[in-house]
């Protein structure tokens, strides 16, 4: 089969697919359309004049169009630096079914802009968006049509999809493209006639493209100042309240919570449990007792260390979403994204504009999250500097323990006062109604092991129930 692109182009598109790879450009290219071979067709034409180790590429199958996951799933397929994604449909065709079956209007651009937000994220961390429409007439499918492959039902994973094109093109059209044509990720349209005509405009449209972006800093917008407008619950709590009978209370915690998680099991929903908090809290010992309730085949922990190279090569929330787990099962991370926002942020490891807009990323992260189905929640565990101290010196004079300080932990006691405030704002602009912070007073280990498993506990029922 003879290639569609000339020679000439596809040298070009050699050229810039090397520049992307030297400068490091992340490219991320979605494809939509309302008839499926089109689109896969025309993908296999540019993957044909691409090398293939800087190509990625993602179909998103209609059968997973009702997976409220989508979106937060196609995180971890994201390109790393240097590299080019291409999406075979999108998270676009999820929302479009929803619109066309239930009409739900309020739920269509609360979608919508969770997308925006997505694309904003993105391109705030670096990465082109480009987004290309193939509109296809009902003429131009049935003149054009066997051109781009035979039609039909599905009949496995390589065919093409099918759905209702009708519904597809007067969604996209009607509520779709001007909501998310956005000035940061605007739409292409190609209008698709005889095949090479349209693989030749693609080509070219998306060539346009990742010159103008390789010729000019990307359009991002400015941050202004971190918004602040969530209460605190760091200042609606006493330190030191009284403890309920431990062990008592702890195994019949303990005994209700493995029952949770096998329901949760046996549903669609997961369930991500964040601990932060002061050094030497005791984020450990909660994590090791959370674990103790549950059965292992169902939780993983996630350490959250300096990042990897190969982290580094993706944007900054990527490495948490390759964390979080599958339907039914719980992830744990002991250290989250808020080190953006903390420790990041007070040592030199982002940069002002990084943490200014960080909030706005965490709250879209989360939010997503939250629609995917997951069960969130945040824990800040709370001691008072002298509690810190006596810890501290107790892990100095434990030869057992003397691992678990190091001068590190001392230098970082001596910034007290500066980590207090970033915590403070933290709280105040990421404590939302969805995503809410619950404040674990830890100056008390027991009173704080039965504080988390209690709000676990409490966290399954209502939601498992709703």
């Not at 039909?152 to 759905?163: A, T, Y």
């Not at 519904?167 to 698709?192: C, G, H, L, Q």
Request: hydrophobic content about 35%.
């Amino acid at each position: 089969m003879h290639a569609l692109i000339p020679g000439h182009l596809v040298s070009k598109l050699n050229q810039l697919q090397q520049e992307i790879f030297v400068r490091g450009l992340p490219v991320v290219i979605i494809f939509e359309g309302s008839s499926g071979r089109v689109i896969g067709r025309v993908n296999n034409e540019l993957i044909r004049c691409l090398e293939p180790r800087g190509v990625i590429y993602r179909h998103f199958d209609p059968a997973e169009h009702h997976d409220s996951r989508l979106m937060l799933e196609s995180f971890r397929d994201l390109p790393r630096k240097g590299q080019i994604g291409l999406c075979d449909r999108s998270w676009y065709s999820s929302i479009i079914e929803r619109c066309a079956e239930d009409g739900n209007s309020e739920e269509i651009d609360r979608l919508l802009g969770m997308s925006n937000d997505f694309e904003r994220y993105l391109v705030l961390n670096g990465v082109l968006v480009i987004k290309v429409i193939l509109r296809a007439s009902a003429e131009a499918v049935e003149e054009f049509g066997p051109q781009y492959g035979p039609g039909g039902q599905k009949v496995s994973f390589l065919s093409m999809d099918h759905i209702d094109p009708v519904k597809y093109r007067e969604v996209m059209f009607d509520r779709v493209y001007d909501s998310t044509n956005t000035a940061y990720a605007p739409w292409d349209i190609v209008m698709v006639r005889n095949i090479r005509e349209t693989v030749l405009e693609t080509a070219e449209t998306i060539m346009e493209r990742i010159e103008s972006r390789l010729g000019s800093e990307p359009h991002a917008p400015s941050f202004p100042d971190i918004k602040r407008k969530y209460a605190n619950p760091r200042k609606e709590t006493a330190m030191d309240p009284e403890c309920a009978p431990y062990e008592e209370r702890m195994d019949e915690l303990s005994e209700r919570l493995g029952e949770l998680q096998m329901a949760l099991s046996l549903s669609d929903r997961s369930m991500v449990v964040c601990f932060e908090g002061w050094d030497a809290s005791g984020k450990g010992s909660c994590i090791k007792h959370l674990c103790h309730a549950l059965n292992p085949r169902g939780y993983e922990v996630f350490q959250t260390k300096a990042p990897t190279d190969e982290e580094l090569m993706h944007t900054y929330l990527w490495r948490f979403a390759r964390g979080i787990p599958e339907k039914g099962r719980i992830t744990i991370f002991d250290r989250t994204w808020y080190g953006r926002m903390m420790v990041e942020h007070i040592e030199g490891f982002c940069t002002e504009e990084e943490y200014r807009r960080s909030p706005f990323e965490i709250n879209t992260f989360e939010k997503m999250l939250l629609n995917g189905g997951t069960i969130l929640l945040k824990f800040w565990l709370d001691i008072t500097p002298d509690e810190q101290k006596k810890r501290f010196q107790k892990r100095t004079d434990d030869p057992l323990k003397q691992w678990k300080i190091t001068d590190e932990d001392w230098r970082n006691r001596s910034k007290w006062k500066e980590y207090d405030a970033h915590v403070d704002v933290m709280m105040e602009s990421t404590n939302t109604e969805g995503a809410p912070w619950t404040v674990i007073q830890a100056n008390s280990k027991k009173y704080a092991r039965i504080k988390v498993l209690k709000t676990v506990v409490e966290a399954l029922e209502r939601e498992l129930n709703n």
